[in-house]
């Protein structure tokens, strides 16, 4: 039997503007005193009227030039009906026919996921259940929302986490969204169903997932769910039934909801309080002038300065962390950036790092004086020196950290470690490569300051001769 997981992903993304998308109420809602940020507009009054966010509008195309989208010059809003405690309307302002972004792609360890659309809507209210009561908390609603949907081209749970994560990485990269799974600014929605042996089970979309780890999980399940359901009942490929489960994460299982609409249960139709948006293509390309160098790009350069796949991604992680690291390596020297890769994902990675308080003089001297100091040594000053706004050189300098090449001292030290080490020193008669301990110990005995090359070289001189 032969199982292929269809895995579509509904990735919703709060947008950071300052108001939100339909009316001038702060959009900044997270701990907010319930209630606090509403108007007769984002609670749903008879006569208000809606007044669309232009950089809500901008910021969606924005992504959606990012995710490789072709953009619709001429869009419209639509209203999408149906009834919830927390949407007050009884309709959410939503793109149905005519998205602002479509037909884009990304990119997973080179599987191409096709993205249908990232469209432009508002956000809901909140139902908080307390004490067996549900109370309504409505500063999210109207918040703009962006909905990004990928064709179901997802193979597996892991590949829907590494997805998520590329698309929570862009959306970061461009400063749109925090796009924090945990405060609920980025949610997601998979849609799952198996070809088995050329028959389809029923679709199934899955609710109420709140962490990635979660994400994984519920796809996993539904996806052994689907699989014992189907050995059971032989669902044919005929079979159109779709229902929506919500996942509970304390059972670690999914529980049906209730049959899943179609666009036609929703009774879209043109808002008629907005007129059809126009961009032009001039004003397509301004905002396309705004995109940042984006993380695929980033890796690509880093490459092509021999550092390896590892690190690159290390690298190009945040924007904020590569923009360090490209403040520092400016030339094409792939040694020199090697180099400084070292040292970022080492002893900076750990840390809070400003990109202000970098000195990329302070690691061009360490790079220059690197036949002199120890790599331990280089990475404890560099911390020092970012921590203290001190050239390396100078606290290298203070502490007498520079290696001594002097082998006639050296020799001296090479001299009492093998005195006092006889074990060691029948271990290289035996095998030669037991060498690193007794260099090991002339570098302990120097505190660090003996240059482990040629002390090596000089261990060797003395046994062999």
Known sequence: ?????????????????????????????????????????????PGALPVPNKKACEWCIKLGLAL????????????????????????????LQKPFSINGHLYIDGHEI????????????????????TLLDFNRSGVPLVEIVSEPDIKSPEEAKKYLLKIQ??????????????????????????????????????????????????????????????????????????????????KNQTFLQR??????????FPEPDIPPIVFTQEQIEEIRKTLPELPDQKIARYKSLNLSDYDASLLADTREFSNIFDKIATS??????????????????????????????????????????SSTVIKDIILESYQTNTDPLVIAQNKNLFQVSDTSVIE????????NNPKAVADYQKNPMSIGFLVGQVMKESKGSANPVLAKEIIEKLLNS
């Open 259 to 268: 049959d899943k609409e179609g666009s036609a249960d929703y009774r879209y």
């Open 114 to 133: 096709r993205i249908n659309r990232a469209h432009m809507e508002e956000d809901t209210g909140k139902s908080v259940h307390v004490g067996g009561e």
């Open 169 to 250: 990485q862009i959306v970061r990269y461009l400063g749109i969204s925090d796009a924090d799974i945990e405060k609920g600014s980025m949610r997601c929605e998979p849609t799952v169903n198996l070809d088995i042996d050329g028959q389809f089970t029923p679709l199934v979309e899955i609710k109420n997932v709140a962490s990635l780890t979660g994400v994984m999980t519920a796809i996993q399940f539904e996806i052994d769910r689907q699989t014992k359901q189907y050995q059971e009942d032989k669902i044919t490929k005929n079979s159109t039934n779709k229902t929506t489960r919500g996942w509970d994460a304390d």
């Open 332 to 373: 094409n020297n792939s040694e020199y950036a090697k180099f400084v890769a070292n040292l970022l994902i080492g002893p900076f990675k750990t840390i809070a790092i400003s990109i202000d308080k970098i000195n990329p003089q302070y690691f061009q001297n360490l790079f220059d004086n690197r036949d002199k100091l």
């Open 1 to 45: 039997m032969t199982i292929t997981p269809i895995i579509g992903l509904e990735v919703h993304v709060e947008l950071k503007t300052l108001s939100k998308m339909f009316c001038g109420c702060d959009a900044q809602h997270f701990h907010a005193e319930p209630n606090t940020h509403t108007c007769p507009v984002c609670l749903g009054l």
């Open 412 to 419: 001296e030290i090479a001299k009492t470690v093998i005195t």
């Open 68 to 95: 490789g989208c072709t953009i619709n010059e001429e869009t419209f809003f639509e209203r999408k009906n149906y009834f919830y405690p927390d949407l007050a309307k009884g309709y959410q302002i939503t793109q």
